[in-house]
């Protein structure tokens, strides 16, 4: 027959090791919620993220207008983006149409730092507003205005439907006297069939200052892409109803109709 004592002591050794046991079962979920020992537990969200692209194009074109003559453009930038939707970047391209207007002038080069700020109002509708700095470094000659500018943009993107709106806070493009020109511009994106997505835009370019009238011009394109992999093949057709009076450079309107091709990527 089993004494008291040795039955309170049985009694307190199975109160301890159920005790522990239960204390063991409650620690096991804890651990596997915070992560600590949950191999599946996804990892949180990193406040900033990058990317990167690049893109060989048959030309460049700008705003209808080329900027390489008709000739081949290798372009690219990086990107840096916070959580807050704050952003900013740097993209690049070669260039022609400085040096092909302006004898004595050599850049071959535009260079654009740009930073802004997103904001989703809800799953539709995103704003943006920020700052364009284009940069065109290079030698020129005595008296040249300069082709650098500076522009403050707002835009709104409704999924598939952008309106951007861009405004000069001085010299345009190397057009002097013409602070507070502006280019407004309506872009719509659109999966047709089988991925294949159709582009359509238009854009009108505002200028002020003396020669407004014959800078001053409307553009549109249309086009199609096709991600393949990553890899984004493109076609698109541009027109302009500029003025001979201000684009023609070498016998030929920059504005002009003109097709582009190309491929990018973006990492």
Known sequence: MTSPKTFSLALGRLLVLTAGAVALLQ????MAADGSD???AAAPAPAFTTSANIGLYSQYVFRGLTQTNEKPALQGGFDLSHESGLYAGIWASNISWISDATPGASASLEADIYGGFKHG?????TGDVGFLHYAYPGSFPNGFTKADTNELYLGLDAKWITLRYSYALGNTFGSPDTRGSNYIDLS???ELFAGINGVAHIGRQRYTGPNSSNLSYTDWKLGLNRDFSGYVLAA?????NAKDAGYTVKGKNLGRDQLVLAVSRTF
Do not use: I, R
Not at 121 to 125: A, E, I, Q, R, V
Not at 236 to 240: K, P, Q
């Open 27 to 30: 620690a096991v979920p804890s």
């Open 38 to 40: 949950a191999q599946t």
């Open 236 to 240: 698109y057709y541009t027109g302009t």
């Open 121 to 125: 109002f809800n799953d539709t509708l």
């Open 188 to 190: 719509l994106t659109h």
